[in-house]
């Protein structure tokens, strides 16, 4: 039972432009959500986070939009670049600091 | 301190032996995670300590798998029996408040 979803497997934008990251989940005890940034061979590298109390998190090109009636959250970046280009996991906790739930990531492409 | 550090990167067994990883966290951490992440899935949570306690263990955890936080600074994981299936990348991770910060993860391949 995915409690986290991410359903498109990949994306494909062009550089400057902005990309649209999904994520939905299912679990309405979730009160807390990351972005992680994966390259291969290497361990997830925290991007941004939000609380359930807000609706909106900005980090420079990043922003995490969180709608709790849909259950649903987006990531943002703009403007794309290459260097983006990695797997994006969503995660939720339903406490701050503890274990996490993931999705099963997005591949994001930036073409030049 | 370079964040979380995880030893070796990689390791090849034969099935049934017994394998350990060991994971350093960030100092100031008292929170350390165990992930287990195979092709085309997410992290999936297998235990975690804060400090020397370890408070949960996820159903996936079988009774070949072990999980040590001695005196609340590294961990060690250990699989007993290794099988096929237990071929996968074994990320450690660590936190103070919300953020979980990952190590580069063991890559376990079991033969």
């Known amino acids: 039972d995915q409690q986290v979803k991410q359903n498109s497997p990949s994306l494909s934008v062009q550089e400057g432009r902005i990309s649209i990251l999904n994520c939905d989940y299912t679990n309405s005890m979730f009160d807390y959500f990351l972005w992680y940034k994966k390259y291969p061979a290497e361990g997830p590298t925290f991007l941004i986070s939000i609380s359930s109390i807000k609706d909106k998190n900005e980090d420079g090109r990043f922003t995490v939009f969180l709608n709790k009636s849909a259950k649903h959250l987006s990531l943002h970046i703009v403007p794309s670049q290459p260097g983006d280009s990695a797997v994006y996991f969503c995660?939720?906790?339903?406490?701050?600091?503890?274990?996490?739930?993931f999705g099963k990531g997005i591949t994001l492409s930036v073409r030049p | 301190d370079t964040g979380v550090s995880q030893d070796p990167r990689h390791k090849i067994t034969k099935r049934g032996q017994n394998v350990t990883f060991r994971c350093d966290p960030i100092s100031e951490h008292n929170r350390l995670y165990w992930y287990r992440q195979t092709l085309g899935q997410g992290p999936e949570f297998l235990t975690y300590f804060q400090n020397e306690a370890q408070l949960e263990k996820s159903r996936l955890l079988s009774d070949r798998f072990s999980a040590e936080r001695p005196k609340g600074s590294f961990s060690t994981l250990e699989i007993q029996r290794t099988e096929q299936g237990d071929s996968a990348m074994y990320l450690c991770a660590s936190s103070h408040d919300a953020e979980a910060f990952f190590g580069q993860g063991t890559r376990l391949t079991v033969v």
């Open positions: 995660a939720a906790s339903a406490l701050a600091n503890s274990k996490l739930t």
